[in-house]
T-cell receptor
Framework: DAEITQSPRHKITETGRQVTLACHQTWNHNNMFWYRQDLGHGLRLIHYSYGVQDTNKGEVSDGYSVSRSNTEDLPLTLESAASSQTSVYFC??????????????FGPGTRLTVL | AQSVTQPDIHITVSEGASLELRCNYSYGATPYLFWYVQSPGQGLQLLLKYFSGDTLVQGIKGFEAEFKRSQSSFNLRKPSVHWSDAAEYFCAVGSLDDKIIFGKGTRLHILP
């Protein structure tokens, strides 16, 4: 069955370190998204991609970057981790239907703690 | 700009009772609407979606939602809740650039 996976599931790091969270989907979806989930804020979009070599900033992109070298993967990098980036991170993917929104499928999440 | 409001942060119902979770949206055109559920420690799972057609939409796990354009609402309902329905529920509206805007969620608690 097609799926979307994230790794690691849990990560503890120190302030200032670079961290990369992996996201891999086997749906063959063009669209991929990264969200962070924080109490009282719901899900906030960090970065998204509509296809290989395409990346776009979401509403909370400062301090994060992504790259899309193939259809299946969209790694999220925290260039210099800050305590404010302690959060649960979700990756999602969706089929592209000419700009019309379709269902997003979510990974299980990565809980990141920055000490 | 699109937005979604879920006015209830927490809802508590007794097992076997009926449930209605409220959702209001702001969108200029015909919206694409979703309800997702998140169990503790899990990712989000799609319950149901509305794109067009019949305004009463059936989903998984016995849930349904009704789109009411005049009230800009897309409330989620279930006639009889089970303890396993305890979770967080997110209403969302889709945009024409393939993004989804999520509400802040409603946490459902079930009393035995």
């Amino acid at each position: 069955d097609a799926e979307i996976t994230q790794s690691p599931r849990h990560k503890i790091t120190e302030t200032g370190r670079q961290v990369t969270l992996a996201c891999h989907q086997t749906w063959n979806h063009n669209n991929m998204f990264w969200y962070r989930q924080d109490l009282g804020h719901g899900l906030r979009l960090i970065h998204y991609s509509y296809g290989v070599q395409d990346t776009n900033k979401g509403e909370v992109s400062d301090g994060y970057s992504v790259s899309r070298s193939n259809t299946e993967d969209l790694p999220l990098t925290l260039e210099s981790a800050a305590s404010s980036q302690t959060s649960v991170y979700f990756c999602a993917s969706s089929e592209s239907a000419g700009g019309v929104t379709d269902t997003q499928y979510f990974g299980p999440g990565t809980r990141l703690t920055v000490l | 700009a699109q937005s979604v409001t879920q006015p209830d942060i927490h809802i508590t119902v007794s097992e076997g009772a009926s449930l209605e979770l409220r959702c209001n949206y702001s969108y200029g055109a015909t919206p694409y609407l979703f309800w997702y559920v998140q169990s503790p420690g899990q990712g989000l799972q799609l319950l149901l979606k509305y794109f067009s057609g019949d305004t009463l939409v059936q989903g998984i796990k016995g849930f349904e939602a009704e789109f009411k354009r005049s009230q800009s609402s897309f409330n989620l309902r279930k006639p009889s809740v089970h303890w396993s329905d305890a979770a967080e529920y997110f209403c969302a509206v889709g945009s024409l650039d393939d993004k989804i805007i999520f509400g802040k969620g409603t946490r459902l608690h079930i009393l035995p």
